[in-house]
């Protein structure tokens, strides 16, 4: 996150003094309200939030110049965590400070934000919701660690979205979508640009992509429908699986170590020729199949390239 905002503790050595059992009785009350906000800001261009456990919404509204904020934080240990938000010249930081690192406790809140639609985003969070809806930018990062990001009607040169073993999902984006997960799920329908999804053991699903789709997957899982150009494919143990899918041209490059590649086109094979180097691995384009080496020599200007150890590529019309 840009200007990473640091997280303030304040420990105090007496605490460390308290019995397991204060501190367990500490985190059982009853959920309470300790801190509610509303602000006004006028003259806001971007907004960072570093929001942990907070569900974050954002609504871009057509016509509305002001940045209005209103929240709530409820726990079972008050004083534990507190909102902090400034104004430095033209961006508005917002933060969930933990105040006292002692137990546990239960807590919960909702930071709920309305203003322009072109607005910059920097959005940090931890086990949290983060939606955002209706927004345009220059470049939008989110981040999660096993919370769920939405995107709705949102566009930007670049949208670079991540999180660890949480969500992302994203409808009607605009724009160049980097996203990347590691255990977690990226899906996406109704893309109009190019995407470059990445997930170790995780699942991607992705939908209506108007540009050029890179991906690399290790032991997870890439399904898609309805791509209009694949470039450079990678896989390891894991699977990708298509259909309705453009090839690329020169620009296309398969890769498989032990895993799958299955890609139904509506490419004409005619226009290409075909370069994949095999091991042990199978390799079928169109009739064409081989358990080694496949090349096939259209005549035409580009060759998709790929390879394959001991598992399989096919595409197929």
Do not use: W
Request: aromatic share 6%; net charge negative; charged share 20%.
């Amino acid at each position: 996150m840009k200007n990473k905002m640091k997280l303030r503790t304040a420990a105090n050595m007496g605490l460390l003094l308290c019995s397991t059992a204060f501190l367990t009785s500490c985190g059982d009350g009853t959920m309470e309200v300790v801190q509610t906000i509303s602000e006004e800001y006028a003259g806001i261009k971007e907004i960072q939030i570093e929001s942990g456990f907070l569900e974050v919404i954002y609504e871009g509204i057509e016509g509305q110049d002001e940045v209005l904020m209103t929240g709530t934080l409820e726990s079972t240990r008050p004083g534990s965590y507190r909102l902090e938000y400034y104004v430095e010249g033209d961006v508005l930081e917002i933060e969930l400070d933990q105040k006292n690192l002692i137990g546990s406790g239960r807590h919960q809140g909702v930071l709920y934000i309305t203003g322009p639609t072109a607005m910059e985003l920097d959005v940090e969070s931890g086990s949290g919701i983060v939606r955002i809806s209706n927004v345009q930018g220059d470049e939008l990062d989110f981040d999660a660690g096993s919370g769920v990001i939405e995107l709705y009607r949102v566009s930007a040169n670049e949208i670079d979205a991540e999180v660890g073993s949480g969500t992302i999902k994203g409808f009607d984006l605009e724009g160049k979508l980097l996203a990347n997960a590691g255990s977690g799920r990226l899906e996406f329908d109704d893309v109009l640009g190019d995407a470059e999804l990445n997930v170790s053991s995780g699942v991607i699903r992705l939908k209506n992509l108007s540009g050029a789709l890179n991906s690399q997957i290790s032991s997870g899982n890439l399904h898609m429908e309805r791509v209009n150009e694949i470039q450079n494919l990678r896989v390891s143990s894991g699977s990708i699986e298509g259909t309705e899918i453009g090839i690329g041209g020169a620009n296309t490059v398969l890769t498989c170590s032990s895993g799958r590649i299955r890609l139904q086109t509506y490419s004409d094979f005619a226009e290409y020729n075909f370069s994949f180097q095999a091991g042990s691995g199978r390799v079928r384009v169109g009739d064409s199949s081989s358990s080694g080496s496949l090349e096939i020599n259209n005549g035409s200007a580009v060759t998709v390239k790929g390879s394959v150890s001991s598992g399989s590529i096919e595409i197929y019309n």
